[in-house]
């Protein structure tokens, strides 16, 4: 099998059980297990962690590239006739080869994926992200230590949960040209979604056991997340006539 394919099925795997997890989670709301005891520590360690993991997904929105790399294409060999004239920056009015800002080149394939306030340059995505992370270690705290009850609305927040998160992940092969605010909106929405997920069945089924599944489930989400971006990244640049360009070093 070339590496061109195997580098489209990788993607397609991890979209395939993404979903196939988020189904898992709607047949959990609707049949909820019934479980045998309700323990007093299962709110406090359940949210622990999960409000660990927020917190190292705000490390990584505020250092994306010390924790992905400053390049997804290393030792990438590019056919030297390929490339005549170099690209205009979209963060200037000099035309030059594209530098890394964070982590992603300044060029025009990816002026949705950043915007500037006075001169500092912030990824799009990661500050979605940011916002989502904080908002979820609020919610965290509020309902695994404060007794925040959802009970009457533990179905609905669920469905919420998986909109949000299926649209997350699905963000990257369905919607190619999006407009930067989308990508910052479904990118809240994403954490947010995973979030209203595990209170949502926790609620329903007060179980140690499906919370860590939960989580277990939440990471892997995160983690093709990252990859289907990082495969966005790659798509884009690929379609791009840039010869000196850091982001393929």
């Given amino acids: 099998m070339s590496q061109s394919v195997k580098q489209d099925l990788y993607p397609l795997f991890l979209m395939s059980v993404s979903l196939f997890g988020l189904f898992l989670v709607g047949m959990l709301a609707l049949n909820p297990p019934v479980a045998d005891e309700d323990l007093f520590w299962r709110k406090p360690v359940i949210g622990s962690i999960f409000g ?17 790399g400053a390049s997804h294409f290393e030792k990438e060999e590019i056919p030297a006739n390929r490339y005549d004239k170099p690209p205009q920056s979209s963060f200037g009015s000099v035309r030059i080869y594209p530098n890394i800002l964070g982590h992603h080149p300044d060029c025009g394939n990816f ?53 949000g998160t299926g649209f997350g992940l699905l963000q990257f092969p369905l919607f190619k040209n999006r407009r930067g605010f989308l990508r910052f909106f479904w990118n809240v929405y994403f954490v947010l979604g995973t979030f209203f997920i595990l209170i949502g069945i926790d609620t329903l089924t007060r179980s140690v056991a499906i919370d860590m599944f939960l989580i277990l489930l939440t990471v892997f989400w995160l983690f093709a997340r990252i990859s289907l971006s990082q495969w966005d990244h790659k798509r884009i640049c690929h379609a791009c006539n840039v010869a000196k360009c850091e982001f393929r070093r």
């Fill in 111 to 163: 002026s949705t994926h950043m915007f500037q306030i006075k001169k500092k340059t912030f990824c799009t995505s990661c500050i979605g992200l940011l916002l989502g992370a904080l908002i979820t270690l609020a919610g965290t705290i509020l309902y695994f230590f404060n007794n925040w009850q959802i009970s009457h609305k533990s179905l609905l927040v669920v469905s919420v949960g998986i909109f």
């Fill in 52 to 68: 660990s993991i927020c917190m190292l997904g705000m490390l990584a929105a505020l250092f994306p590239r010390e924790c992905s």
